[in-house]
């Protein structure tokens, strides 16, 4: 485990609105695995205690322990044995009695007798602040192979409200019960234990549809030879069709190695992402201490209707379930509630008052937690792992591709001298990709490339290199390339206009700048009617997002869009694929690389020499922030408080984290808390100002599971709201420094 978080750094919590994590819809859990004193009850009371004060000091809110934690899976018969039962339970007691001054939910394992001792449960026990919150019996006892649990234990699947003993104190068991947390918002507990997972209806699915959003599976689960993936693979499925976090710790070090071996695997899933694991076979204790965005959680199960739909139709099965406690992690008060029952969670005495108020929690101090601790991704749309970018870049120009060739073949483009591809080619980016997937359509429709008909039309700012480029790699790739000056009439419109320019005076205003934008696409649509083609759209998912387009007969419009799905940090990973893949010569891959290497720019106001060509990230902003905005916003719903958290999270250390392969070292930077604001401030104007552009977008199809724009799609939004209520959120709750 790694080390207490200092004091000095716990303090800055109540000034700084980015130093916990529970600020933000985490909350922090724990999968322990720990060396067993087989049968020794009081031992593993004391190597439980020791860890639970280090997840303590690291602000953990959940903490699991695997299955019989406290006295050890591999006993036999020996867990029917008074004297063992006798001191788990004593085990049990220290390990409450300590809670009262430890921030985590507790989950720990041990055997426990009914009240009239005429059966025994193997139990998951939750505990916080001094007191049992519930005890959850196994439900599904593996009686099979290497497994005799039948042998020993009861099944506790119908033994909701059987009494056991803790000492002097009775419980009840609880199978059924979810443990509410309402200081940390969506947070909902359910447990299980080890072979629950492995039923064709687990009980976690059910408790999940009930309302839990953190499952926790304490396990013993000896191992064999392709297990530890086969329980990676349970928890993932169940993780991803729940919708919900699953935290696993499995026996380890210390069991019984007579007949079976144990690796005290540790993991945690959530929504089927896997957030982390620890090593197996370890020498000593391990844990797997992961961030769980619960916001991320609710998100998905509101967005997901199916998810409600289940719950209906197995609503007769859930009335089981009941919120059976709830708990409170922070001070002042924290406190402990049993079925409406106040209970001081200090002091261990009822509350006298049962009508009290209960605490939010909102006015408690969170401690400061340090930087999440979960994998972030500064490009959410690119994947860092080099063969996992190119999977993703395969399918994403596949599926580029293939609409392009479904759209081709509907309208008598499936034939050669069909309906022609038509499009605008600057030497940019976006173009350059757009070329790239019509060249790959009409090699799957059987055609010639010449058939693809491209066009440059330089305006009033458009550079040498930039046209060379376009010229060299329309050439190279094979299509039909011209060239048309847009200058001349350009110049016409302004002057019919009245516009300043048309007299000969430098005022390059916006309408400058549409004029050549939207010039260029009414000749591509009219050279579209005059050819037999249809214009392939260039226009990418983060244009689209920030309005970077001219409306009407501009780069807003086309026949079809091969782009609007992919958003600008990943266009040049799929072209860096294309050259890396050799889909094309090496004479137009090196002609790829040279538009890689171009800044992006619209080349629509003249520079003279010695100023800096027009930039469009000084414009409008960093497209690696607006695309991390972006995705957050579209995907997660995220607000734009917890997304200038993530954002500061994600860039604002350049050596923290992992860059996607290929990234430019040059290229590599931080982002500042004040310029993380500035660019939020803006990307939410954009955004809201610009949905009347996205609501009349042309045909496109979806290519990431980070959304798409669409009105037909992911995406529908009256296009004259206001964005006050975000931007009010950006000034009260952003830091700008």
């Known amino acids: 485990m790694s080390s207490a978080t200092d004091s000095a750094a716990r303090g800055t919590a109540d000034t700084d609105p980015h130093a916990s994590i529970y600020d933000h819809g985490f909350v922090r859990v724990a999968a322990v695995t720990l060396p067993v004193a087989l049968a020794d009850p009081a031992t593993n009371a004391q190597r439980h205690l020791e860890q639970l004060r280090e997840l303590h000091e690291q602000q953990v809110g959940v903490a699991v322990f695997p299955e019989l934690s406290l006295t050890g899976y591999s006993l036999e018969d020996l867990v029917m044995q008074e004297t063992l039962l006798d001191a788990a339970e004593q085990a049990l007691a220290t390990v409450v009695e300590a809670s009262r001054e430890l921030m985590p939910l507790i989950v720990v394992g041990a055997p426990l007798r009914a009240a009239d001792r005429s059966r025994l449960f193997n139990c998951a026990i939750t505990i916080h602040r001094g007191e049992i919150l519930g005890i959850h019996p196994k439900q599904n006892l593996a009686t099979y192979r290497e497994f005799y649990e039948r042998r020993w234990f009861a099944p506790g699947d119908d033994a909701d409200g059987v009494s056991v003993r803790v000492l002097d104190r009775e419980h009840v068991l609880t199978p059924h019960s979810l443990i509410t947390v309402p200081d940390v918002p969506g947070l909902t507990l359910f447990v299980e234990i080890c072979e629950d997972m492995w039923v064709p209806v687990p009980p976690s699915a059910e408790a999940a549809l009930a309302g839990a959003t953190v499952v926790a599976n304490l396990s013993g689960s000896p191992i064999t030879v392709g297990r530890a993936e086969d329980r990676k693979l349970m928890a993932r499925s169940a993780s991803a069709r729940c919708q919900a976090a699953y935290v696993y710790a499995a026996a380890g070090e210390g069991e019984s190695t007579t007949d079976l071996a144990w690796d005290g695997q540790t993991f945690v899933y959530e929504c089927g992402d896997l957030l982390g694991e620890s090593e197996r076979f370890p020498e000593g204790p391990r844990a797997t201490i992961v961030d769980v965005d619960v916001d991320r959680i609710v998100a998905e199960r509101r967005r997901q209707n199916t998810a409600d739909d289940n719950r209906r139709t197995h609503a007769a099965s859930l009335e089981k379930y009941s919120s059976w406690a709830a708990t409170t992690l922070f001070e002042p008060e924290p406190y402990v509630v049993f079925d409406d029952e106040v209970v001081d969670a200090l002091a261990d005495d009822a509350a006298e008052d049962d009508s009290e ?58 034939r050669p001298g069909g309906t022609k591809p038509v499009l605008g080619v600057s030497g940019g980016l976006d173009s350059t990709h757009a070329l790239l997937v019509c060249a790959r359509a009409m090699d799957r429709l059987g055609r010639d490339r010449s058939e693809i008909l491209t066009y440059t039309m330089p305006g009033f700012a458009t550079t040498e290199h930039t046209r060379s480029n376009a010229e060299l790699l329309s050439r190279a790739i094979g299509a039909s390339f011209e060239t048309i000056d847009i200058r001349p009439a350009s110049t016409q419109m302004l002057s019919d206009m009245g516009h300043p320019f048309g007299r000969g005076e430098e005022v390059f205003d916006v309408t400058f700048e549409n004029v050549q934008a939207g010039m260029r696409y009414d000749y591509l649509f009219r050279l579209a009617n005059h050819h037999g083609g249809i214009v392939v759209g260039t226009g990418d998912l983060s244009e689209l997002a920030l ?19 992919v958003p600008k940090t990943l266009i040049q990973h799929l072209i860096r694929w294309v050259i890396a893949e050799k889909l094309f010569d090496q004479a137009t891959g090196d002609l790829l690389q040279a538009v890689l290497d171009t800044e992006i720019t619209p080349e629509l106001i003249p520079t003279k020499t010695g100023e800096k060509a027009q930039s469009t990230e000084d414009s409008i902003g960093p497209y690696a922030l607006h695309d991390f905005t972006l995705y957050h916003q579209l995907r997660r719903g995220y607000g734009p408080a917890k997304i200038a958290y993530l954002a500061h999270q994600a860039w604002g250390d350049v050596s923290a984290g992992q860059w996607p392969a290929g990234y430019v070292e040059a290229d590599k930077r931080a982002y500042s808390r004040a310029e993380i604001k500035q660019w939020l401030t803006v990307f939410t104007r954009r955004f809201f100002s610009s949905q009347f552009k996205r609501s009349a977008m042309p045909n496109a199809p979806k290519v990431l599971a980070g959304g798409s724009l669409s009105p037909r799609g992911d995406w529908r939004m009256p296009s004259d709201v206001t964005s006050k209520a975000w931007l009010a959120e950006i000034e009260r709750e952003v830091p700008g420094e």
């Open 357 to 414: 108020e209960l605490p939010t929690g909102a006015e408690a101090r969170r401690p400061a937690t340090g930087p999440l601790r979960r994998e972030l991704h500064r490009f959410p749309f690119v994947p860092e792992d080099a063969s996992r970018l190119a999977q993703d870049s395969y399918e994403a120009f596949s599926i580029q591709v293939a609409g392009l060739v479904r759209r081709l073949s509907a309208i008598g483009g499936d």
């Open 547 to 565: 309005g970077w387009c001219t409306y009407g007969v501009g780069d807003q419009m086309a026949h079809y869009g091969v782009n609007a799905g």
